[in-house]
T-cell receptor, first 118, second 111 residues
């Protein structure tokens, strides 16, 4: 089956630093990847849609200059949280669509990255 | 934009059939209905997807009435390992990528 990985799985950083999270589709090509944020005991919130070779589309209320997204290849998208603050502490999850063989509307999720900003 | 409503929590016992209903009164023509399962500190896992009527796979069934304003996920003969949060997702990846997640239903299976 389609596998999506994320790295790192857990990261702790100091306030003011930047953190990069990688999302990879391991056995399929993903033209589109999605980035979500999930706070404790809450649902997933779509942050942005990452399109290979073009600029990401951000959801309303998500600062594009703070959450930098790069989708340079068909198997890799990165999310960089710039100048992180404690309120950015959350569980970040990516998902990807199989460009060639995936069922319509199906997205495959990564295992998530737990970010803690001190 | 479709909004979904699910029960916040449900309890059941091992071996029972569990039905979780999701309301989505404003579902659009191009929207699919997808259910995911999520364990703590893990990414969601796809369970089942449908557009109308009934869909069945090896783990669940999905019932969608003709008006598509609701859907019911049916889990047959649950076990303790089915304890998780179940999300109802309505949207179409081809259409402005509007993927609206319900609040989720925390399902607790008891021995």
């Amino acid at each position: 089956g389609a596998v999506v990985s994320q790295h790192p799985s857990r990261v702790i950083c100091k306030s003011g630093t930047s953190v990069k999270i990688e999302c990879r589709s391991l056995d399929f090509q993903a033209t589109t990847m999605f980035w979500y944020r999930q706070f404790p005991k809450q649902s997933l919130m779509l942050m942005a849609t990452s399109n290979e070779g073009s600029k990401a589309t951000y959801e309303q209320g998500v600062e594009k200059d703070k959450f930098l997204i790069n989708h340079a290849s068909l198997t890799l998208s990165t999310l960089t949280v710039t100048s992180a603050h404690p309120e950015d502490s959350s569980f970040y999850i990516c998902s990807a669509r199989d460009t060639l063989a995936g069922a319509d509307n199906e997205q495959f999720f990564g295992p998530g990255t737990r970010l803690t900003v001190l | 934009l479709a909004k979904t409503t699910q029960p916040i929590s449900m309890d059941s016992y091992e071996g029972q059939e569990v039905n979780i209903t999701c309301s989505h009164n404003n579902i659009a023509t191009n929207d699919y209905i997808t259910w995911y399962q999520q364990f703590p500190s893990q990414g969601p896992r796809f369970i089942i997807q449908g557009y109308k009527t009934k869909v069945t796979n090896e783990v669940a069934s999905l019932f969608i009435p003709a008006d598509r304003k609701s859907s019911t996920l049916s889990l047959p003969r649950v076990s303790l390992s089915d304890t998780a949060v179940y999300y109802c997702l309505v949207g179409a990846l081809h259409s402005n990528y509007q993927l609206i997640w319900g609040a989720g239903t925390k399902l607790i299976i008891k021995p």
